[in-house]
């Protein structure tokens, strides 16, 4: 039997609660903790809440699940996206490291193609000729190399000047789906000294196949 008060257990034959000290009524409190679960034996009259159901565990965990989702593709979407400064910044990181991998992000996968069948070399042949010709690039520049750039105003180029690139090509690239030309400035320091400079140059950057790259002609 409980306290029909506060929901504290009566030992039998007690006429008043030993937590409350109200009277008890043998009637009330016999059916005090139906559709309850047993009272928390902590504050007075607090009540145990009942467990969250699975239907309703499911919802939530299913939200928070969404929620985090959405928090890396934004991250990622902020960061790691490719835009058309995405090539422009593989540029700079080829001057700092003579990245290979990053010389060849600026190169279209269509291009190199077709490098592969005009050479006759394979993929990994064409990336080591890469790098030899990065490494005799900057053979006078020995030390620690820091660019600082700035990518400037970019002009989207008009329909006729994407049509003359394509041909330029002869259509080994195929529709070129966007194309601007970009100011570049840029100071390249050696161990600390300025070695190499260039202002307002501009860049072409072409998209292809939902990609940016820089237009071939210009490396």
């Excluded at 660019?147 to 529709?175: F, K, N, P, W």
Aim: charged letters at 25%.
């Amino acid at each position: 039997m409980f306290c029909s008060h506060c929901g504290q257990e009566l030992k039998e034959g007690g006429k008043f609660c030993p937590r409350c000290g109200a009277p008890v009524d043998p009637a009330a409190g016999a059916g005090f903790s139906t559709g309850y679960q047993k009272m928390n034996p902590g504050p007075q009259g607090a009540v145990m809440k009942k467990g969250v159901s699975p239907a309703v565990a499911a919802v939530i965990i299913g939200v928070i699940l969404v929620c985090i989702a959405g928090a890396v593709f934004m991250a990622y979407f902020l960061f790691f996206r490719n835009t058309y400064k995405t090539p422009i910044k593989n540029l700079v990181k080829v001057m700092e490291d003579q990245d290979t991998d990053a010389a060849l992000a600026l190169i279209p996968e269509r291009y190199l193609k077709v490098m592969e069948g005009v050479t006759g070399m394979d993929s990994d042949e064409l990336a080591d000729m890469l790098e030899d010709e990065l490494i005799s690039g900057f053979d006078e520049y020995t030390g620690d190399i820091k660019v600082d750039y700035d990518i400037g105003d970019a002009r989207d180029l008009t329909d006729s000047e994407v049509q003359s690139l394509e041909s330029d090509y002869m259509g080994y690239l195929g529709d070129i789906e966007d194309a601007k030309e970009v100011e570049f400035s840029y100071e390249m320091y050696v161990d600390g000294e300025l070695r190499d400079s260039g202002e307002d140059e501009q860049l072409t950057v072409i998209k292809l196949d939902g990609k940016w790259y820089l237009n071939p002609g210009d490396m």
